[in-house]
């Protein structure tokens, strides 16, 4: 057996040499790209692929170099069964790769690789019913010759070569960009090279009455595209560069250790480099191990900032029909709560006759809840314009000191109705001047709020409010404080974002949505000046202060 490899390997021409080296080079690097990530479907069949290849490759090596020999028979037989094999596993690969998810479950792959079974068992049992090999015979020349059962061969590799190239074409039309280039790629590929294939191996043997002489073009062109493959599913990031060129190296480096170790001229320096041969095999698959962890987690991050992105863009979307939903309803809403508000005031101060007590009490309760909700529906309402950006803003020259002796005049009914003591102070003389540019309305919004919020917030005492001037007379302070119900250092934090409101605060006040301060924020920011809370905590009362710009 040895000696009839031996002379099977002197047989070699230099054609059957470069393919036997070609062959084990493209199993190589299938076998690296396998290795970069053993888990995909199409990774494990690239390398099937490649390793059919080769021994496809291997068995023309062997058919050619036993050509004259008593072998040949069996080489030949040989050659069909691998070259068989090629369709199938072409067809697994490029199946993984249309979908990974896609599995052919087993009793189904059973079906599909019966064909082959049953195809080699023919060749191996009855040589000549689809080919034999016919030696030199009465001066006609060795050759191929194909048997009636040859149409079977031809229908099945057709088959699985087709079965292959269709879920890829479906593939090319779905998909669009990038994906669609590498299926585009790989498709001229396969198709280029299964076409010349047929050609050079089924007919030009049978047009050229069974001669061989071109089946080494077959076997260069499978693994040219073995690497062409490799080359576009590298180019387009399907498998990745970086994890497939440290394993190449790496193999490259085991490879010359392990040839040293033929080379060892004693047993000491033989047991020395299989120590480092092991060393490097251990520590390298460390290296590829960190290599490969450190891309895939680099994967995760990019996969969830896509996945980020996508959801902002959605909230945003969302966010957005909200706030329009929220204007739509709050303007329906408004014109007839205002029309409450109206009749429920002329009811109470007798434009429709005489009330009773208990009606006018009635009626003064409708009146308040009115007013409570049509303050609630003025913040969504300032809500989603700040949203839209539709907040619009007239900026004037506005007295800071008239508006908020106008204001406290209004507030300090407020207060006597809740039993609560009212005091403002304006610090200066008589004629100090407190004038900032801005939206009137708006600031008014905004310091009503604010008193408000010490009415409703405090059960019993006083509320001071007061107006002061920076040193330099560059700023503005407006000040409140209440002996209130306080608040915690956390909820001093949170009460200026959207929706909130302190822990329990719905037992002292329920009707609160906790936008007034967000609204007051969002209009103090656009003044550009600053809106903040205070407070010694719970119980302790709270601070509250707006800073502006004076006008210079
Ligand atoms: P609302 O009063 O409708 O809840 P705001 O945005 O005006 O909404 O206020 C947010 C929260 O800030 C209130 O729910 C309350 O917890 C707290 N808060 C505001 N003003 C005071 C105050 N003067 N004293 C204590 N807590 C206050």
Redesign the pocket.
Known sequence: MSIALFDLIQNLSLTSWGIVVGSALAAILSGVIFWQDTTKRSSKFFFLLGLVDAAWGLSYASFSGSIGTTGVGDAAVLLYIFSALTPFTLFLFLYAFSDESKVIPFKRFLVLFSPFLVISAILKMYPGFIVGYQPLLDGVPDRIAFGIGFPIYIIYALGFVSAAIYPLIQKYRENAGIFKAAIGELLTVVLVSSTTIFIVSVAMPMILHGRYEFFWVGHVVAIISIFAIAFILLKYNFWNLKVIATELFISVVVLIFIAELFMASSPEELSLEFIITVLIVFSSSFLVGSVKREIQSKEKITLLVRDLDLMSKRLKILDKKKSEFLSIASHHLRDPLTAIKGYASMLEEGSFGELSLAVREAVGKIFTSSGHLITMISDFMDISRIESGEMSYSFANVDVKKLVIDLADGMKQSADRAHLGFHISIEGKDDATFITVGDAGKLRQVFS?LID??I??TPSGDIYVALSKSENGKKILFSLS?T????TET?KEK?FHKF???DG?SKVYTE???????VAKEIIRKHEGRIWADSRGEGHG?S?YVELDAKK
């Open positions: 709020n919020n010490s409703k917030y209440d209130g119900i306080g608040m909820t009460i909130s409101r302190a605060v609160g949505t906790g936008l007034g301060l967000y709270s509250f």
